[in-house]
């Protein structure tokens, strides 16, 4: 390669570092050495503890989620429970906050609604559809009225 | 000059009577399509409660215990209201939201359920599932259905509220409360409340 060749190359590498920043810091992995069979049982000895002292940590969490969250979850199940399970009733107010199981298309969740209490108000019950309907047929009925008005011009012109 | 005006003014007419028309056929459309949502899910919930009461009778059979538990997702029925005089039958679902109260009357979160010690609240449109709570008057006899079992009411208090007015208290002793918008024939904003309260029937 001659000199313009390696300056046009190097001018390359300088401008194009900043938009070709991943292939330049790709790591190439070392290939992997050959350890002895001591060393290797003694790895999977640490591996093993590893694994065993993480369990340990994982059984604890789970421990201490179950006790927290036994308060505060509920379980409903959506099929008839039999006589064994009625240790599960929980009150209503609990599970109202519930994930829910139901996967029926009428069990849709939607916008937060007013939940009661000593001192609520009562629901807003309104509903623009009936307002929405009448001014409807107000507007198709000027509208009617409009067109037909404008044809009986024309036909008295004619 | 006026021929040309006057040709002008006729399909400026024309075109605003067409455009009256295409709006009032959209708003039309969309009202419909509502109360069609509405008929749909109304549906649904009423297939929805026989599955249920079937389960629960099936149930029933099979063991002795009193009742069963149901779902309480918002939307899943909870409940049946009757008012035989009135001739007013729906299916209650749980929550108050406006994709619950499209398929039926809604019972409000954390409320009793009717049969229950405590204040139950169930909310419905005025023009649609609660219509019939037009003619409501003290003494009339409701009838509600739901885990805790078939229970006789009858109206104890009739009120209208504001609409802002926290009007809805809990109590101890079993308490049905029905709820609507006021004036219920009237299309347009409803500034009120109609609160209809009933008592259990003791024997």
């Known amino acids: ?158 | 000059m006026m021929g040309r005006l006057a040709r002008l003014s006729f399909n400026g007419r024309r075109a605003a009577g067409s455009a009256l028309i295409i709006c009032g056929a959209l708003l039309l459309v969309v009202s419909l399509a509502s109360i069609a949502r509405g008929a749909i899910a109304r549906d649904a919930a009423r297939a929805r409660w026989a599955e249920i009461e079937a389960r629960r009778s099936v149930a029933g059979a099979r063991s002795s215990t009193p009742g069963a538990r149901w779902s309480d997702a918002r939307g899943t029925p909870i409940a049946r209201v009757i008012v035989p005089r009135l001739g007013l039958d729906e299916v209650v679902v749980e929550g108050v939201g406006e994709d619950e109260l499209r398929a039926g009357p809604g019972h409000m979160i954390g409320s009793a359920l009717p049969g229950d010690s405590g204040t139950s609240v169930i909310s419905a449109h005025r023009d649609r599932h609660f219509h019939a709570l037009r003619g409501v008057a003290v003494g009339d006899t409701v009838v509600t259905e739901s885990e805790r079992g078939t229970v006789t009411w009858t109206v104890s208090r009739i009120r209208v509220v504001r609409a802002d007015d926290s009007a809805l208290d809990a109590r101890a002793a079993p308490t049905l409360m029905l709820t609507t918008c006021w004036p219920i024939r009237y299309v347009g904003p409803a500034p009120d409340r109609l609160i209809v309260e009933a008592r259990p029937v003791t024997n």
Do not use: C
């Open chain 1, 1 to 158: 390669m001659n000199s313009l060749g390696r300056a046009a190359l190097a001018a390359m590498l300088i401008v194009g570092a900043g938009t070709a920043r991943a292939q330049i810091t790709t790591v190439v992995a070392p290939p992997p050495k050959k350890t002895e069979p001591a060393q290797q049982a003694a790895a999977q000895q640490r591996e093993q503890a590893a694994q065993d002292s993480v369990a340990r940590v994982t059984m604890t969490g789970m421990k201490e989620w179950v006790d927290s969250a036994s308060g505060a979850l509920a379980i409903r199940p959506d099929t008839v429970p039999t006589t064994a399970d009625t240790a599960l009733s929980t009150p209503r107010a609990a599970t109202s906050a519930s994930p829910q199981s139901d996967s029926s298309a009428t069990a849709r969740r939607s916008e937060p609604a007013p939940e009661f209490r000593s001192g609520t108000r009562a629901p807003d019950t309104a509903t623009a559809v009936p307002a929405i309907g009448l001014a409807g047929v107000a507007l198709l009925l000027m509208g009617v009225a409009l067109t037909r008005r404008e044809r009986a011009r024309v036909r008295v012109r004619r």
